[in-house]
């Protein structure tokens, strides 16, 4: 069936199933038995786009997802893989329940690409780093544990190159953040510290930098380079610089303008680099915007 534009996945779940609570309308969500034009959607909060299709497949076993393709892996060795991550899927598990993560499905595609070359499976992962679920782009994980305790110590003296690419709303400008991020700035969200009084002990340092691209209508195109790898950093200083991501759902509250409409945050790590943890050698990769990043882009070209 067709829905209107702009509700959440679940939200019409409920209005499918009347007398729903809101929890099994996203258990029914992140479970598989939600389709959108013929394809699982596991985000709730996802919003419809108009002309979209829903469908409820409550029997029989849920469809789940797919290990990643051969060609999402760009980086494979003994020590690290780099993986693209598609938007809406979590990079790691946030409960027992949630088992289609990144790294649950690089899992199994290391261990089926290493099973046909001959090379003894090792499918362990360690998690070194996550995006959000609504973030693509790439990410490392550690295949042992020296491997992970390196690697993280890069990412912890941020010694590790992190460049994203952005859709903002309005005429963003090229800054350099650098901030105290608290989980409540006062009104439930998470933000910047406004200084005043003492620094706050949950109080964590964010520093971003911000480069334009290119203008588009209503809207810019920027990179941003990040110093650390706070939760929401991007999100938080673009909008609290007075330009939201096209595409978000949180950080919006002191946006005043129209919403660009966007399938999902139009968020990507295009580029990572860090020092191989057992080589030494340096290794960077980029990785280019997936289709639904280009197609909002190309939209918004003046």
Same mark, same amino acid.
């Given at each position: 069936? *067709?829905?209107?534009? @702009?509700?959440?996945?679940?939200?019409?779940?409920? !209005?499918?199933?009347?007398?729903?609570? %809101?929890?099994?309308?996203?258990? =029914?969500?992140?479970?598989?038995?939600?389709?959108?034009?013929? !394809? $699982?959607?596991?985000?709730?909060?996802?919003?419809?786009?108009?002309? !979209?299709?829903?469908?409820?497949?409550?029997?029989?076993?849920?469809?789940?997802?797919?290990? $990643?393709?051969?060609?999402?892996?760009?980086?494979?060795?003994?020590?690290?893989?780099?993986?693209? +991550?598609?938007?809406?899927?979590?990079?790691?598990?946030?409960?027992?329940?949630?088992?289609?993560?990144?790294?649950?499905?690089?899992?199994?595609?290391?261990?089926?690409?290493?099973?046909? +070359?001959?090379?003894?499976?090792?499918?362990? =992962?360690?998690?070194?780093?996550?995006?959000? +679920?609504?973030?693509?782009?790439?990410?490392?994980?550690?295949?042992n544990?020296?491997? &992970?305790?390196?690697? &993280?110590?890069?990412?912890? !003296?941020?010694?590790?190159t992190?460049?994203?690419?952005?859709i903002?709303? @309005?005429?963003?400008?090229?800054?350099?953040?650098?901030?105290?991020?608290? #989980?409540?700035? @006062?009104?439930?969200?998470?933000?910047? %510290?406004?200084?005043? @009084?003492?620094? #706050?002990?949950?109080? *964590?340092?964010?520093?971003?930098?911000? *480069?334009?691209?290119k203008?588009?209508?209503?809207?810019?195109?920027?990179?941003?380079?990040?110093?650390?790898g706070?939760?929401? &950093?991007?999100?938080?200083?673009?909008?609290?610089?007075?330009?939201? =991501?096209?595409?978000e759902?949180?950080?919006?509250?002191? %946006?005043?303008?129209?919403?660009?409409?966007?399938?999902?945050?139009?968020?990507?790590?295009?580029?990572?680099? /860090?020092?191989?943890?057992?080589?030494?050698?340096?290794? &960077? /990769?980029?990785?280019?915007?997936?289709?639904? /990043?280009?197609? $909002? =882009?190309?939209?918004?070209?003046?």
């Amino acid at each position: 069936m *067709k829905e209107p534009a @702009g509700q959440t996945l679940a939200a019409l779940v409920r !209005e499918m199933l009347p007398g729903t609570s %809101w929890s099994r309308a996203r258990d =029914l969500c992140s479970s598989g038995r939600v389709l959108v034009n013929g !394809e $699982v959607e596991t985000d709730p909060a996802r919003r419809m786009a108009a002309g !979209e299709g829903i469908e409820l497949r409550l029997a029989g076993p849920a469809r789940r997802q797919e290990p $990643v393709p051969r060609e999402a892996i760009v980086h494979l060795d003994a020590d690290v893989v780099v993986v693209r +991550k598609p938007a809406g899927l979590l990079t790691v598990p946030f409960t027992r329940d949630d088992r289609d993560t990144l790294l649950a499905l690089t899992r199994v595609a290391v261990r089926r690409l290493e099973a046909a +070359k001959g090379t003894p499976p090792n499918p362990t =992962l360690r998690a070194v780093q996550r995006l959000d +679920k609504e973030t693509s782009g790439l990410v490392v994980f550690a295949r042992n544990v020296k491997a &992970q305790r390196v690697l &993280q110590e890069q990412f912890g !003296e941020h010694d590790v190159t992190r460049r994203y690419l952005a859709i903002v709303h @309005g005429a963003a400008k090229d800054a350099s953040y650098d901030t105290l991020l608290v #989980p409540d700035r @006062g009104d439930g969200l998470r933000g910047s %510290w406004n200084g005043r @009084g003492e620094p #706050p002990a949950a109080g *964590k340092q964010a520093a971003t930098h911000v *480069k334009v691209e290119k203008r588009l209508a209503g809207a810019t195109l920027v990179s941003c380079e990040l110093e650390t790898g706070r939760q929401h &950093q991007i999100r938080i200083h673009l909008a609290e610089a007075g330009n939201p =991501l096209v595409g978000e759902t949180v950080y919006i509250r002191d %946006w005043r303008g129209p919403l660009l409409p966007a399938p999902r945050l139009m968020l990507h790590a295009a580029v990572l680099g /860090f020092v191989h943890p057992r080589s030494g050698r340096p290794l &960077q /990769f980029e990785d280019p915007p997936p289709p639904d /990043f280009a197609a $909002v =882009l190309e939209r918004l070209l003046r």
